[in-house]
């Protein structure tokens, strides 16, 4: 058995009448079981005014367990600054695809209770640390769970730049951008690019090109502990963007450089002990079942 929890933050997507509802049934039955809850003041005010409503950060700071209700969305902004801290993050499913969500919204009290009293499996997920670098100054930086992507911004066009790992030239490229993914975000926006699909406990990223002009460029696995540089043409007519999860974008001019590097901050996931990856990729993907 693992540590129980005894302090609990609630997380979820505002003004979604299904979160709302689960939110509800969530902090109901917490408070009724004893354990110590707060709410992320955005969704707060929905469920009502006897809640103890504090900001991301203090949940951060006081709870021990994060239970994020929504989409792999809410799962990833949560994570993105949960993941300076100590605390365990769940999620309850009211997405579409859900990877990152194990619990069902209807009946997760048997599940949630065996997690709440220390039986659950633990696994953490790396970040991307990414940089925009003009004239030898930062001018941006933000963290990933899932992926940082360079392109063109509004309207999609053919981008220049290079890509080097750990300071060596690997190619000059010719595409509409360039994904650059860990493990936890290969089954999201880089797996519809083309990459493949990386276990969450490898040491390792992925490189997707973009709709390359070449069809010798393929997507490329590097170790984690590489520092990958884009160098963005001067040639380019337009100002790009950095996209980190598709949710913060770091403006991006031609010439400026891009350094991305695994953070020093980790995800610590808690999922219920029946958990499998390869059942949750076999749901998910509809992969087929077992023949004998």
Known sequence: MSKAFHTIGLIGKPHHIGTHNTLKQLHHWLTQNGYDVYVEERVSAEIGAHVKSVDLLQIGEYCDLAIV?????????????????????????RGNLGFLTDLPPEGFEPALTKVLEGDYKTEYRFLLESEVHRHGNVKASNTAVNETVLHPGKIAHMIEFEVYIDDNFMYSQRADGMIVSTPTGST?????????????????????PMFPHTLSCRPIVVDACSTIKL?????????????????????????????????????????????????????????GSKLF
Do not use: Q
Not at 188 to 208: D, F, K, Q, R, W
């Open 69 to 93: 209700v929504g989409g792999d969305g809410n799962m990833l902004g949560a994570a993105r600054v949960l993941a300076r801290f100590d605390i365990g993050v769940i999620g309850v499913n």
């Open 231 to 287: 160098v963005v043409s001067p040639d380019n007519d337009d100002a790009l963007e950095v996209s980190c999860d598709g949710h913060v974008t770091l403006a991006v001019l031609p010439g400026d450089e891009i350094i991305i590097r695994r953070s020093k901050e980790r995800l610590h996931l808690i999922h219920p002990t029946g958990y499998n990856y390869f059942n949750v990729l076999r749901s998910k993907l509809g992969w």
């Open 188 to 208: 999201a926006y880089s797996l519809s690019a083309g990459g493949a699909i990386l276990t969450p406990n490898l040491e390792a990223l992925i490189l997707v």
